[in-house]
């Protein structure tokens, strides 16, 4: 069975940093790609970055210079570094991973639980 584990979520004040991280574990036979999504209350879930298994990264327009996507291959965790956080930013972050399981047939969609970051004023 595949999990996607978040961390590093927080109160953070206008123009800090946090940095999220996300572990898969289980029966990995290879991840395709890795994402974060967003969602605020009341919004849609929306993208914000990916990294594939070549290591291209794409980003939503309103994070591009603020937010890095990076990966460990080794530990098959994916991270977030958030710069410059506003209050805008205040949402419950997800991680996302495309990922082909050892029992599984096809690559599949896997999500975590989601963790809360709140940018104050």
């Known amino acids: 069975q595949v999990q996607l584990v978040e961390s590093g979520g927080g109160l953070v004040q206008a123009g800090g940093s946090l940095r999220l991280s996300c572990a898969a574990s289980?029966?990995?036979?290879?991840?395709?790609?890795m994402g974060w999504y967003r969602q605020a209350p009341g919004k849609q879930r929306e993208f914000l970055a990916d990294i594939t298994s070549g290591g291209s990264t794409s980003y939503r327009d309103s994070v591009k210079g603020r937010f890095t996507i990076s990966k460990d291959n080794a530990k098959n965790t994916v991270y977030l570094q958030m710069n410059s956080l506003k209050p805008e930013d205040t949402a419950v972050y997800y991680c996302?991973?495309?990922?082909?399981?050892?029992?599984?047939?096809?690559?599949?969609?896997?999500w975590g639980q989601g963790t809360q970051v709140t940018v104050s004023s």
């Open positions: 996302n991973a495309i990922i082909q399981s050892r029992i599984g047939i096809l690559p599949l969609d896997y």
């Open positions: 289980g029966s990995i036979f290879s991840i395709n790609a």
